[in-house]
Every structure is written in structure tokens, then in C-alpha cells.
């Protein structure tokens, strides 16, 4: 009863502090959206399209917290500024709880406060018996020591089941009344999905207290080593294994300055070969001097980057109403999508920066499955969608979003239009805009992702109850 108590507040309390955390996200979430849209309007040239790509907060995230919050929140697409996930920008405010409760969720309950209770079910179902003189006692009835063994087990898993049970659907009950949360049938399945990992990840836990009470003469003995063991998996692994990684990643990704350098030798290269393809086809030493004008001109000329990886240039011409920018127009056809290109390029070599860095993450992830805490974990984020892969999700989807505006802008003609520079003859129109659509994964792309966890807390529920069994039946009473 007391666990019981305490596993039902623990996750009643993670569940309130998190769903608040949810409605402030998704409160922040629809403001972006919303002041977004107003940008928009605002825009009167096609020089302007900057949309943005916006990730809506994921329901379940009250459940499992994950990379959700550790990720950005908002991809800002610039035509020629590639697509880098240290320029992706966070959105909203954290809830002040939690920089107590940290990231405590209803998983992390079960993780840490379940799994110390399974233990403490099974430490001395063995060993305590033995002690107690009680064991010698059954043992002497016509009772085989495998129905016993399984009796065991059996009779923890009744009791250990409804509490995972109850609390879980206490969580549910209360996330489901919060007038933010709008769960589908797809979200109900996750949770049922998730529901039946936490008991197996359970099991796993009373079938190691139960393998360590065979094995143990005393209690306290199997007590001590339990709760050891138990400290190691599921605190102290999965920090040993990110900092070792860490600290000696197998793949040596490119140093950033080395690509920054790179990139710009790169915008280099687009200047260079920008400029004597216009003075081969047009004549002109550069686009601006295609500007033909009655009377004086004045022009002001930005030529910048962001953070080093993206160039643009911004002319100005004034007054643009005396201009014939016909052979402007035609150069700018050519000029744009070929910025376009270049920045494709520079945003394959900080792609291959970040495809190292994830090699070097799944490994760290790969070590940490080791133990079964941490793959009860990983499953549980994946089939939640709160994992390091849907995020990684998110930013190729950012991506796609920027070939629909390029392929948008393309099929408008607007590269070589007098609305791309000016808005004196006409505003831009961006009423098709196409807009960005956060998609998640469905319930069988992300179940297929997780069946290589879940097998794993499959093999070690079989493999712990295998070795208690047969550790049973040779069990020595003198």
C-alpha cells in the first residue's frame, strides 16, 4: 500500500507539473504561428520569404519528456542560408517547476520508483525465506521447486502490475482533462504501447531482485547487491557511456572553424564564378550595373552572412520608379537560383558534420542499451515520438519545407520579377504560400522503429527468469 501511495502522488505530480508545461509550450507555439502569419501580410517583395517551420509540442511529451525540450523549436528558412541545427531557434518558456523536479515525468517515475519498488517485492522472496526457516518448511511438502519458483514470480507480477497499472491510468485521466490536451485514437495507442513496455521493463526488475535472492544466502546481502546494481543501470551507466563517447567519439567530425573557413571559400567560389558568367552572358561586371536609370542613381548595398554560413545581398536602388531593370531582372534569374545551389552546398558539408555527431550519439545510445533501464527508455521515446529521431525528423522535414518554396518561387517566375527587388509596380502575392505542416510518425512507423528495444526487454525477461529458475531447481538448502 505504501508503494502503491507513493507511485500514484509521484505520477499524479509528474503528470500536473508536465501538463503545464505542455500548455505553456503550445500556448507559445500557436503565439509563433500566429505572429507568422501576420509577417506575411507584411511582406511586399519575394526578396522578404522568410517562413518559418514551427514544431508543435507533442501531447505524449507529458508522459515522456524525451529531446522535446532540448531541441529548437523553430527553423527560420532563408533562401540562401543553409539549414543548420545550431541555427534553429527555441520558442517559449520552460515551467519554473521543473528547474526543480528537472525533467520528471511519468517515466522517469517508473524508471527510478517503480523499479526500486519491483526490487524491493523480490529481495528476499528467496533468501528472506531461507532465513526465516520458512523456505526448508515448504520445501519438505510435495511441491515442485519449478511451480514454486513460478509462483513467485507469478505472485509478484499480481502485485507489482496493478500499481504500474493504476498509476499510469490516474496520468492518463488527469492529462486527459486539461482542457489543452486533445489526445487521438493514434496518441491512445501509444500510451497503451507504452503501458505494456513499463510492465515488461517491471518484470525485468522483480526477475533481478528474484535471480539475486537465489543467489544470495541473506537478504540484506541480496538487498545491498540489488539496489547496487540497480543504482548502476539506471543512473550511472547511461552517464558513464554519453561521457565516454563523449570524450572519445570514434568518428572525429570536422572541426567547426574548419567548416566555417570552408564554407566561406565556398560563397568565395559563388562570387567569382557569379560574376564572369554575367560579364560572359550580359556584359556587365556585376548585377547591379545592368541597372539602367535616368538621371542620378543612389544604391545601397548590404552583403551579409549569418553566423558565417549563409550570404545574401540586399540592393537597394533609389528611385526605383526611373529604373529600366529589364536586364537586371534577367540576371537576377540566373543569380538567385544559383545562390539557391551554393547554399545547398554549404549545408551538405555542416549535414556531414551533424551525420558524425549522430553516429557518434547512436553509439553512446547503442552502449547504454546494456542496460535495460535505458532501452525501456529509448522504446518508450521512440514509440512516443519524443526521441533523438523524431527531432532529427523535424529538421529534414525543415528541409523539404525549403525545396517546396524554392519549386514555389521557381514556378511564379519571381527570381526575375520586378516584385522580387520592389513592390513600386505591383506587391508580391504570397496567398499560396505554401505553409509548413509538422508531421509526426504514424503508431506503425514509430512501433517498427522501437521492436528492436522492445525485443531486448523480451530477452531479458527470459533470460533473468531462465536463470532464477534453473538456479532454483539446483538450490542448495544446506
Not at 517547476?97 to 526500486?116: G, W, Y
Not at 518448511?137 to 513460478?150: A, E, G, K, M, Q
Not at 522503429?449 to 531479458?460: H, Q, T, Y
Request: proline share 4%; glycine share 6%; net charge negative.
Amino acid at each position: 500500500m505504501i508503494g502503491f501511495v507513493v507511485c500514484l502522488i509521484s505520477t499524479a505530480a509528474a503528470v500536473f507539473v508536465q501538463v503545464e508545461d505542455y500548455e505553456k509550450r503550445l500556448s507559445a507555439y500557436h503565439t509563433a504561428v500566429r505572429e507568422h502569419q501576420e509577417e506575411i501580410r507584411t511582406w511586399d517583395t519575394y526578396r522578404q520569404i522568410n517562413p518559418k517551420a514551427h514544431r508543435k509540442p507533442n501531447p505524449l511529451s507529458i508522459f515522456n519528456v524525451g529531446t522535446e525540450k532540448s531541441g529548437a523549436d523553430m527553423v527560420s528558412i532563408r533562401l540562401a542560408i543553409p539549414i543548420w541545427e545550431q541555427q534553429a531557434q527555441k520558442q517559449g518558456s520552460d515551467n519554473p517547476f521543473l528547474s526543480i523536479f528537472l525533467t520528471v515525468d511519468v517515466i522517469f517515475v517508473f524508471k527510478i520508483v517503480l523499479s526500486a519498488l519491483a526490487i524491493l517485492f523480490a529481495y528476499n522472496t528467496i533468501s528472506g525465506e531461507r532465513e526465516d526457516g520458512t523456505l526448508k518448511l515448504v520445501l519438505s511438502n510435495p511441491i515442485p521447486r519449478d511451480t514454486l519458483i513460478f509462483g513467485k514470480y507469478l505472485g509478484g507480477m499480481l502485485s507489482l502490475f496493478p500499481i504500474v497499472v493504476m498509476s499510469f491510468a490516474v496520468g492518463i485521466v488527469i492529462a486527459y482533462a486539461a482542457p489543452t490536451t486533445d489526445f487521438d485514437v493514434s496518441d491512445l495507442l501509444r500510451l497503451v504501447m507504452v503501458l505494456v513496455v513499463s510492465l515488461l521493463y517491471i518484470s525485468i526488475c522483480y526477475l533481478l531482485g528474484l535471480l539475486l535472492s537465489v543467489w544470495t544466502k541473506t537478504a540484506a546481502t541480496t538487498l545491498i547487491l540489488s539496489m547496487f546494481i540497480w543504482g548502476i543501470l539506471t543512473t550511472v551507466h547511461s552517464n558513464v557511456a554519453t561521457f565516454a563517447v563523449t570524450k572519445f567519439p570514434p568518428s572525429k567530425s570536422q572541426p567547426e572553424e574548419e567548416a566555417l573557413q570552408q564554407i566561406d571559400q565556398l560563397w568565395e567560389d559563388f562570387r567569382e564564378e557569379r560574376d564572369a558568367y554575367i560579364l560572359k552572358e550580359f556584359g556587365y561586371k556585376h548585377p547591379i550595373h545592368a541597372i539602367v536609370t535616368e538621371g542620378e542613381m543612389s544604391l545601397w548595398m548590404d552583403t551579409k552572412t549569418a553566423g558565417g554560413i549563409g550570404f545574401d545581398e540586399i540592393y537597394t536602388p533609389k528611385p526605383i520608379h526611373k529604373m529600366d531593370t529589364s536586364k537586371y531582372q534577367e540576371i537576377l534569374g540566373y543569380q538567385e537560383p544559383f545562390r539557391i545551389d551554393y547554399a545547398n552546398k554549404a549545408e551538405d558539408i555542416l549535414k556531414r558534420r551533424e551525420n558524425i555527431d549522430e553516429r557518434n550519439r547512436q553509439l553512446a545510445r547503442n552502449v547504454s542499451r546494456l542496460s535495460f533501464a535505458d532501452t525501456y527508455r529509448f522504446a518508450v521515446g521512440t514509440i512516443t515520438g519524443t526521441d533523438r529521431e523524431s527531432y532529427n525528423d523535424f529538421i529534414n522535414q525543415a528541409r523539404s519545407y525549403k525545396r517546396q518554396v524554392v519549386d514555389y518561387l521557381a514556378g511564379k517566375d519571381a527570381f526575375s520579377t520586378r516584385a522580387w527587388f520592389s513592390s513600386d509596380k505591383g506587391k508580391a502575392e504570397f496567398t499560396d504560400l505554401p505553409l509548413f505542416q509538422h508531421r509526426y510518425n504514424s503508431v506503425s512507423e514509430n512501433l517498427s522503429r522501437a521492436l528492436g528495444d522492445i525485443f531486448i526487454l523480451l530477452a531479458w525477461n527470459v533470460i533473468l527468469f531462465m536463470g532464477a529458475y534453473l538456479s532454483f531447481l539446483r538450490y542448495d538448502m544446506s
